[in-house]
């Protein structure tokens, strides 16, 4: 069946089954690979992206579902990896393998986006991905580092980068 | 978007091709490879401009391209690695680029003979602080590799990324500087000697001339050095790239979703594969019915394949499966779901966590295999004015890394290509080699970046299940990727599952005059006497020896080996002498390592002592808060110098009413050595390690029922997140006069004991099995 999937600002027609989760035809109809498969069922947060602006784990929403959203993976957060939570991260040298990474930042940047000025309460229940590599001290620095860059330039978020 | 594939290729009902049996359709054999070429892929590619040497290519604007020999997946070796070399190619570091050394090339170029010797010797001593390492000339060969290829040694494990390459990576930065050198003096017509290199820029400086990298590169490739065995490298104490903290090379790519692991490689034309084998090692495929599935979308096959060989799996032993083969891995995915299979079990169905549990402990009544002994243990122990006894276990880990195994490989009649994040190349070429038939001049491995490795070939057959299938549909593509449950519960190895029985006798001051240490483990275990041999507290009478249970679980090098088992069973125990005696943990530790004739005797109180301060050992904490404090160290024999890491932790932990645990704070003290390549990787592994040895203790466990593990997934298999990494970790640094064993897994070992003995502090309750999580720790 063909989907309309506008992902990234951009209209895509996906032909896969109502069931196929988001996830899939992100990565294998789209060849938007940015977005991982860790677990498959909604536990580990490597699948994240925005869905209406809100972090969804994608492995566990069918395309269908997703029909007439505004979707934004990794790859439609900025096109030079310069949005202020890409470049916190780089600055605190965040990722060690890198695999849970892309999530990780889907999902710090839908925390600050509603709360752009979490406290470190904030981040641990907004932020509940799994990292393997353990990267936590550093992510935590780098969303408090990231909130600061956003209040000194607010026009800067993912919505409007796209 | 994905192919179209169309099936006008002929429809085959039943074939055996090669040990494997394919139901589906079949295609023509192709005979020639297919070349993909994707803008961020980390794979060797042939260069535009000449290389320097088979490491080295400088291109006209500066560039340098480094080739790297190990596999990144997440310890920092694409930088460390490249700063090996840039610190003798004295290149201006920002114009530094990684690629993945080439394990084809290896196999058909012999290394360079100025890189096959160490400039400090065949054995250097581990306190010589000239350049070399203290691993020594590397051996030749191990089982299955030669090491003497062009890329020497092509394997990310042992912690020998830096110990075991540096010599021979100084030497090829030298060696191309050296040549960079000649061609300036050529093209400046003044003796190369005049000249000196910096940052990508050659002077000369009696006339103030310059000329760059990028102008003399092409005419240094052409160049041979007269005599590249009397080039000289750098010793510790003058580094100056290395020691300085450099941010990751591969990060910018992390942040991006661009950098590029096996799981996101699309060759044009890629079938997808989804496997499951018998879940009880050693098993095989009765019998499946390809029938229920094949008009299921985009089904085009199912292979089946046979167990893989274990010579080409370090001995491990894992099961035959199918394949489901499709036009995507979703569509191969749900047809599997929906493939009934009947699988042939081996003789193991019996086996579960609990009798497995009675074989240790019943194996370490027999006299076992004694690795440690001196005086009398018996005769001190019936002296003794008390004796301690306790009984410890530790269940499966698994490394659980993000990434599930995959590879891409395309089989042809006299080729194998191989896409593949691997922490052995050379390895998965010769098993390619062996599975296709191929030789491995003609194994092309496309190595990619990890998602998470933590211990080498031991995330299991991918590479094998990959070549197995795509033999059986040859000239075709195919991308096999387990499902996250085929990763964890039958395609990985695990951490052993393991028991202790210590007795200790103790002196009328409540020091060991006694000790008997019993260590037992699945007989698969890997290197079960780390962190026993001997024990740095000083006992008299002291018998270590380790026991076996016979199992079939496919066991393997998971992060810091038997380290994690033996460290939380010697520091669990020598926490329950102090107690017994009155003493405080620390000063207790400190009397025993004082008394005892351990080498570096003085850099593990510098350890203790350390940590100890960084912590407020001593200082009062609120109600329902203790610290817990651990050491180990790692190396081959504690009795001999050694090279070593050395490190303590001080875990503070709270413990509500409740029986809730958090780990609130850690302080480690972590061993330098003569330094280290890149500061700021050290921290980072520490800082993940602090992580994994919080689930070790808190979380996690592989259980076995019917012969197969029980859990398959996050939500059985907790990885802990955000909101239980603790708040405050600071890390030191100190100094030694030895080169390190390693830095990414010597920090591991010590959280888990600390963390329980913190735990047996606010609640009386002295946990013995691992994880926590399974105790109540209520307290009043
Ligand atoms: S892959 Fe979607 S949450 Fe793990
Ligand atoms: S960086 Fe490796 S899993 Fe997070």
Known sequence: ?162 | MTPKMDRREFFITTAAVGGALVIGFGWPRRAEAVDVTTPAAPWYREPSVPEINAWIVVAPDDTVTIRIGQTELGQGVWTACAMMIAEELQCDWSKVRGEYASANRDAREQAPAWTLKNPAGPKPAPTDPRGGGGSGDLPATNERVSWTGVYRRMSTHRSGSVKMNLYFYQLAGAEARERLLLAAAERLGVPASELTAKDSIITHAATGRTVRYGQVAARAAELQHPHPETIRIKSAHEFTLMGTERRNLDVPSKVTGQAVYAIDVKVPGTLHACARACPVWGGDVKRYDFNAIKSMPGVHAVVQFPRPDAGLIRNRQFSGGVAVVADSWWHAKTALDGLPVEWEYPPYTHLDTGNMQRALIDAMKEPGHVIYQRGNVEDAMARAARVVDATYDVPYLARARMEPGNATALVTDDRVDIWIGDQSPQETRFSASQIAGVPQENVYVHTTHLGGGFGRNGNGPQAEHAVMVAKALKGRPVKLQWTREEDWSVGTTYRAMGAAHIRAGLDADGYPIAMDLRAAADSNAAAPERGLTPPAYFVPNLRVSNHFGKFHVPCSTRRATGSPSNVFFVESFIEELAHAAGKDPYEYRRELISRSTIVFEEDWLKALDLVAEMSGWGKPLPEGWARGIAIDDRRNNREEADVCTICAAVCTVSVSKAGAVRLERVDVAFDEGFGFVNPLSVRKQIEGQVAWGWNDAMHQAFTVKDGRMEQNNFHDFPVSRMSEYPREVHIRFFRTNHWLEGVGEEAMSQIPPAIVNAVFRITGKRVRSLPLRKHDLRWA
């Open chain 1, 1 to 162: 069946m063909a989907f309309a999937l506008t992902v990234n600002g951009v209209r895509y027609v996906v032909d896969v089954e109502p069931e196929t989760p988001l996830l899939w035809a992100l990565r294998d109809t789209l060849d938007l690979t940015g977005t991982k498969y860790g677990c498959g069922i909604g536990q580990c947060g490597a699948c994240t992206v925005h869905v209406n602006g809100r972090p969804v784990r994608s492995c566990s929403l069918p395309v269908k579902a997703a029909v007439g959203a505004t979707i934004t993976t990794i790859e439609g957060l900025s096109p030079d990896g310069t949005h202020p939570v890409q470049l916190a991260w780089k600055e605190l040298d965040v990722p060690q393998c890198g695999y849970c990474q892309s999530g990780m930042i889907m999902a710090a940047v839908a925390l600050l986006q509603r709360t752009p000025a979490p406290t470190d309460d904030d981040i641990d229940t907004g932020v509940t991905n799994a990292c393997r590599c353990g990267t936590y001290y550093r992510v935590r620095q780098a969303i408090h580092r990231a909130a600061a860059l956003m209040s000194a330039s607010p026009s800067r978020s993912a919505e409007d980068k796209r």
